[in-house]
């Protein structure tokens, strides 16, 4: 079983900055991604990272979020610039394996003044 640990949410005022982390245990992840999920709306994908470098965003985040792994450590991080208050919600990290889809538990991350 594929555990993940999230790190790094917070509140940060608009213009702002953060870096969320996400450890998994287990390796060959195929896919390591984000999305995230604001209150009363559908999760919602980010960005992902995949094993042979190659990344992918959605477009309201490009030129803002980073996205990088380390396959040796097994860690996909997101580093978000110029947050706005619409970035507010509930991230999470996905991992995929095969055909097995892996989540976090979520970490809050609130952009406001």
């Known amino acids: 079983q594929v555990q993940l640990v999230e790190s790094g949410g917070g509140l940060v005022q608009p213009g702002g900055s953060l870096r969320l982390s996400c450890a998994a245990s287990?390796?060959?992840?195929?896919?390591m991604a984000w999305y995230r999920q604001a209150p009363g709306r559908q999760r919602e994908f980010i960005a992902s990272?995949?094993?042979?470098?190659?990344?992918n965003y959605i477009d309201f985040v490009k030129g803002r979020f980073t996205i990088s792994r380390d396959n040796a450590k097994n860690t996909v991080d997101l580093q978000m610039n110029s947050l706005k208050p619409e970035d507010t919600a509930v991230y999470y990290c996905?991992?995929?394996?095969?055909?097995?889809?892996?989540w976090g538990q979520g970490t809050q991350v609130t952009v406001s003044s």
């Open positions: 996905n991992v995929r394996r095969g055909t097995t889809s892996y």
């Open positions: 990272a995949f094993s042979d470098g190659n990344t």
């Open positions: 287990g390796s060959f992840f195929s896919i």
